[in-house]
């Protein structure tokens, strides 16, 4: 092991300004530093989006820095470390082959602590050298339904409604951002883009148009209006598979670099990040560090999110229903490896053919990726929010298969692997916790208590939409269920 890239780099204010497309300056300016104000600032964040800026800073291009804060209260003891090392912390990378890099990264200026008025964020907002908001909350936490309406039945939701329309900030993502924004528009600190770095579907324009419902809702049409003209959300494909970090992390990273680091990440080598070229207020120069700047980002996020995500939720369901803890154990069991296999190659491939990615070749990378050893990434993390993962990652293909007459076997065992996981879950049977925000517990639990179980979960219209009950569907995940069942009966 070796740590490299150490020394503290210079917070100063730079001489000249970024050139080209990074910035609203001329070239060969003086200018001050843009912020990109970022809500949700755990390990995903910092083990990709902060690295990609740090790179451009370690270019000599300083024009921008990250200002980072949860608006959640959870995660304390990281946010007191990150405040304590001034935003500084340990990125730990693992290759495919176990070899272990460390740097560590500068990009994140300020943290700021969580309050419940938000206000270090909502002055951070408010700030008109803050150019660009970006927010990583998780897909669950857009409380979209299948026709991307805001689901109200959220209590957290409903509340954030009632705050917004007292002039309060709230706990989700849209109470978030209408203060903010409400701030920015009184004090006229102009333009900003909101940047969606979660895995959901068309990000930005369904964030977006979240947002926008949460703003109707609350009857503020000056701000619907200041919003809509002042700015953008463009679509964004995030990559990079992040454990959550646990304490021999940081015992690594004290052994390999001298530093107790109290807010270590740990991440693959892997890491993509591909955005639709559509900013209000400028930008930094990603493109010179490795990110894809692109018109359209439809056909990655489509590769991503039908290949790597949905694969990735089929292995650990698969994995825990085998016995197994981590990630790359499933991977590594051939009978769960040909599960995910066949699920892209039978069903997905087809259907993103054509495509400008060499989707064969993405499938091999990517389940390469997932037998990584040292990045020992666990079934717990990678099989939440099923209920949102079921609407968004799989059921496209089933229903796009079913549309083409094509056989949907191989597609159909995800949701029957999640029906055998959700009903381990419901007899208490699991050997973690479950956490899913797009799941009434009760509703889950009615599933599982069902007569006909196959037949109560291919009825639930939130997981399914326009498909519920459609009487393919039922008989696809029944049998599916039947090889579910002797799969794990084979390991029992």
């Not at 650990?316 to 699920?343: K, M, N, Q, V």
């Amino acid at each position: 092991m070796r740590a490299t890239r150490w020394g503290w780099t210079s917070r100063h204010r730079p001489s000249t300004c970024s050139t080209g497309r990074a910035g609203p300056w001329p070239t060969h300016c003086e200018a001050p530093v843009s912020t990109m104000l970022h809500i949700g600032v755990g390990a995903f964040h910092r083990a990709h989006q902060a690295v990609y800026l740090h790179r451009l800073r370690e270019r000599g291009d300083r024009s921008w820095e990250i200002v980072a804060g949860n608006i959640r209260p959870d995660m304390a003891d990281t946010i007191a470390a990150l405040v304590a090392q001034d935003g500084r912390y340990t990125l730990e990378t693992v290759t495919p082959a176990g070899e272990r890099h460390y740097e560590r990264i500068l990009s994140i200026a300020r943290i700021v602590p969580c309050t419940p008025d938000l206000a270090g964020l909502v002055a951070a907002g408010a700030d008109p050298m803050t150019r660009i908001v970006s927010f990583t909350v998780t897909e669950a936490g857009y409380y979209l339904d299948a026709k991307d309406r805001l689901d109200l039945g959220f209590p957290e939701l409903a509340a954030d409604v009632e705050a917004a329309r007292a002039g309060r900030p709230g706990s989700t993502i849209y109470g978030a951002l209408a203060a903010i924004l409400r701030a920015r528009k009184a004090a006229r600190a102009g333009p900003v883009t909101l940047l969606n770095c979660d895995n959901l579907r068309h990000n930005g324009d369904r964030s977006r148009a979240g947002l926008m419902q949460f703003l109707g809702l609350i009857g503020d049409e000056a701000l619907q209006a200041w919003v809509d003209a002042n700015t953008v959300s463009p679509n964004a494909m995030v990559d990079r598979i992040t454990p959550r970090p646990t304490p021999q992390v940081a015992e690594r990273v004290h052994a390999a670099t001298g530093w107790p680091d109290r807010a270590p990440v740990t991440a693959e080598s892997f890491m993509q990040w591909v955005i639709e070229d559509r900013f209000s207020a400028g930008r930094p120069a990603w493109e010179t560090v490795g990110v894809q700047m692109v018109d359209s980002v439809a056909p990655y996020e489509e590769a991503k999110i039908r290949i790597l995500n949905a694969s990735h939720s089929c292995i650990a369901w698969a994995g825990t229903l085998a016995g197994t803890s981590y990630i790359h154990e499933g991977t590594r069991d051939p009978a769960i490896r040909r599960l995910a296999f066949d699920y892209i190659t039978d069903g997905v491939i087809p259907c993103l053919t054509p495509s400008p990615i060499d989707l064969h070749a993405y499938r091999d990378v990517v389940l390469e990726r997932f037998g990584n050893a040292a990045i020992r990434d666990t079934n717990q993390r990678v099989a939440i929010d099923g209920f949102s993962k079921i609407p968004g990652f799989i059921a496209p293909t089933l229903r796009e298969g079913l549309a083409r007459g094509a056989p949907i076997d191989s597609v159909a065992m995800l949701p029957a692997l999640f029906l055998a996981y959700l009903q381990r879950w419901h007899r208490g049977q699991l050997p973690h916790t479950y956490e899913d925000q797009a799941m009434d517990p009760a509703v889950g639990h009615a599933i599982c208590a069902a007569e006909d179980p196959v037949a109560a979960f291919c009825a639930d219209r939130s997981l399914w939409g326009s498909l519920a009950e459609d009487p393919r569907l039922v008989a696809a995940v029944r049998a599916a269920s039947a090889r579910v069942h002797a799969f794990v009966a084979e390991r029992g």
